[in-house]
């Protein structure tokens, strides 16, 4: 398939150890595989994670809008593929697909990242010269990814506990951004894990958890329905403060 | 190179999720790396998870004997192997190896395999028709797995706890085993673990733990010395039931 000059393509083999308890790739391990996709593609263009932080910054994901049509399974060979679609002073759109060989897509996931300035921790302009590589266009506005909804008090929710590990942790030396999926998700019972199949997320990062934190991973009752589907709110927190939020859309269909 | 007609080979990208906060690969996704290939190998023989699971028993890894001379980093091209080694009526000895693509190996893991009875959750002989496709040598003895040394009484220890997660089930829906290297390692300070580079490793697992139970990993005090490197001893437990035993070797090296 022809691929746009700002578009980049990894053939991948699912492996047993990316896949779930029902044999199809977890949503932490969705987002892992399209990451390293984009990894693949900085360090083609010579931007890799070596050159970003010798600038002295760093790229931090803020959200994630994933849409699931199917989830590949163990043993399946995928094409992983991303796009650096847009982005103006502050704020960069990059798209991820997970495809077949024969092209039919399985998800969809659209991405905002900010970059920050390592010492200061804070958000600070794109610079030019580690986005102008990936041939994305420069846009005024950047489209929002939808935000998704807090827990209301009134909620009935369940809660678990997870201590920050030290393999959590990636070579950027950040607890990596999948981790919160299986928190998140860990939260709900097996039972409705095996049963249903997750259609849609989105989810905000809000501020960083470290090593040696634990953190409370919340989530409502999965009996809330929006557009004939289940439909979950999830948040992390640490001490009270949320640190992510996420909401899942669920089909009732088993897998 | 050529292989012998028991053995196996898969390449493999290193990927950044397969990566700890130094780079390179993990235990726990060592062992995963080098399960996929012994899963490849049996499907591409015809006894893969499917089949074995319609004879009503299934594979259990008892022991894994590690030797690390280096481990590969995030991004690396490298060849995980693996051999059929021998077996009697009720174990079957698997090695495997990582190694760069001019032949050089990272790591050796010789590991004991047995065979369940899923009804009875009991060991059973190991069925022909499962064994034979990999042209393992029959053998009246098997060579035994060095044996980890338990925590001594007088040892002092660190501990911490891991809840059991949904995401920590494989497809065979059992809690695949990778699981207790994150949880025996994460017990050391993270400090430790940044500044020594892991050289052997020798395991047993004893009993399966299952989703939802909180188990303890305790670990002593990395100051003891074996053949001038440190030394730590690793127990997995559950309301004081040990059900993984470990030993660590450690060069002190930066890595």
């Known amino acids: 398939m022809a691929l746009a000059k700002n578009e980049f393509e990894l053939n991948h083999r699912v492996t047993y150890y990316e896949a779930d308890p029902t044999g199809q790739v977890s949503p932490a391990m969705l987002i892992n595989m399209v990451i390293e996709v984009s990894e693949a593609q900085s360090q083609s263009l010579g931007v890799g994670t070596d050159v970003v932080l010798q600038s002295g910054g760093g790229w931090v994901v803020t959200n994630y809008e994933i849409d699931i049509k199917k989830l590949p399974k163990q043993g399946d060979q995928v094409v992983l593929g991303t796009r650096a679609t847009a982005y103006n002073r502050y704020f960069a759109l990059r798209e991820f697909w997970v495809r077949s060989l024969d092209g039919d897509e399985y998800a969809h996931i659209s991405s905002m990242f900010v970059y920050m300035n390592l010492s200061t921790r804070k958000m600070v302009e794109i610079p030019e010269q580690i986005i102008a590589p990936f041939q994305s266009e420069q846009v005024k506005r950047i489209p929002r990814l939808t935000k998704p909804q807090q827990i209301d008090e009134t909620d009935e929710t369940t809660e678990k506990e997870y201590l920050v590990r030290y393999f959590d942790i990636?070579?950027?030396?950040?607890?990596?951004?999948?981790?919160?999926?299986?928190?998140m998700l860990d939260a709900l019972s097996a039972e409705f894990l095996t049963t249903h199949?997750?259609?849609?997320?989105?989810?905000?990062?809000?501020?960083?958890?470290?090593y040696g934190e634990t953190v409370q991973s919340q989530v409502t009752r999965p009996d809330q329905t929006q557009n004939d589907q289940l439909f979950t709110i999830h948040e992390i927190s640490l001490d009270g403060d949320v640190h992510a939020i996420a909401n899942c859309w669920w089909s009732k269909e088993s897998v």
Chains 1, 2 share one sequence.
């Open 170 to 183: 990636d070579s950027n030396r950040h607890v990596n951004n999948a981790h919160y999926f299986d928190w």
């Open 197 to 210: 199949q997750l259609t849609k997320m989105v989810i905000k990062f809000e501020q960083e958890v470290r």
